[in-house]
């Protein structure tokens, strides 16, 4: 009689190279270069796409129910601050500037944000960035709508948070967050990765994060500080997708240096002027 064996579980390297790479094909009914123009028109150089490793091998089930678990929370700070009329527990009212100003340059641009990874995503052949882009596609999404639903408690009760897109194409200093964001959503896949990856998430998001959640924290408004500890959760990961895009282009081929170091410089130097 023939005994039921066990099956092994999988373990976290080997269940993320089942969800990720397993579910990859080659095309038939078309050339690859076909299915993925944006491939190649860079110059960078790609030899094998296996290469890639995403040090959080993060899975679709786990991402999920990650997430969830960080909305749950959120949304429960979000209706209590609204219920207890947390908006009149602000220390200074020109406070409520400063809130204004993040819903109209930054909230706008997670969206942008929210597009440019996912034709990041389609553009690229390797399925490993392509599953990385797809889950900071959704976290950008979410972040904007997080940031959105948690101030729009202040759009009843106050003027001037009411249209923020409109004000993100007509009012004039934010015309450099916003050109930031278009021309990087112009360029090819590879240079997204750098600009928006490395120059932004890397470099600037802490920088702005950190100290708008302390000024948050220390007038009161603690809604706004749980949008951002739960965004800033998700900044690690994306921080480290940058880095790992950079490293993975200088890996593949020599001749994709000088092409790195010239979008490095550019976006650094756009980035410093955000």
């Known amino acids: 009689m023939d005994m039921n064996v066990k099956k092994k579980k999988l373990g976290l390297k080997e269940k993320y190279a089942h969800m990720t790479r397993g579910l990859d094909w080659e095309t038939s009914y078309q050339p690859m270069d076909k299915v993925f123009p944006q491939a190649k028109f860079e110059g960078i150089k790609i030899h094998d796409w296996d290469k890639w490793e995403d040090p959080f091998r993060l899975t679709m089930d786990a991402y999920w129910k ?74 950008e999404i979410r972040h904007a709508q997080t940031q959105i639903h948690a101030i729009s408690n202040y759009n009843k009760h106050y003027d001037g948070f009411h249209d923020f897109k409109h004000m993100l194409e007509r009012v004039w200093y934010l015309s450099v967050p916003k050109s930031f964001f278009d021309d990087a959503f112009s360029a090819g896949p590879f240079e997204w990765m750098i600009a928006i990856g490395f120059s932004f998430e890397y470099v600037l998001t802490n920088l702005l994060f950190v100290p ?22 998700d900044e690690a990961r994306h921080m480290t997708l940058g880095l790992e895009c950079i490293k993975f282009m200088l890996e593949q081929d020599p001749d994709n240096l000088p092409i790195v170091q010239k979008w490095i410089d550019k976006w650094a130097w756009r980035g410093i002027r955000v």
Do not use: W
Request: glycine share 10%; aromatic share 12%.
């Open 66 to 139: 990650y997430q969830a678990e960080k909305e749950r929370k959120l949304y429960a700070v979000l209706d209590a601050f609204a219920q207890n009329n947390g908006h009149l527990g602000i220390t200074d009212a020109r406070y409520l500037n400063a809130v204004k100003l993040f819903l109209t340059g930054i909230s706008p641009l997670e969206y942008v944000a929210h597009r440019g990874f996912a034709a990041a995503g389609r553009n690229f052949p390797g399925v490993g960035p392509r599953v990385a882009c797809l889950m900071q596609s959704v976290d």
């Open 212 to 233: 708008f959640m302390s000024g948050a924290a220390y007038n009161g408004d603690m809604a706004t500080v749980t949008f951002g500890f739960s965004a800033q959760s």
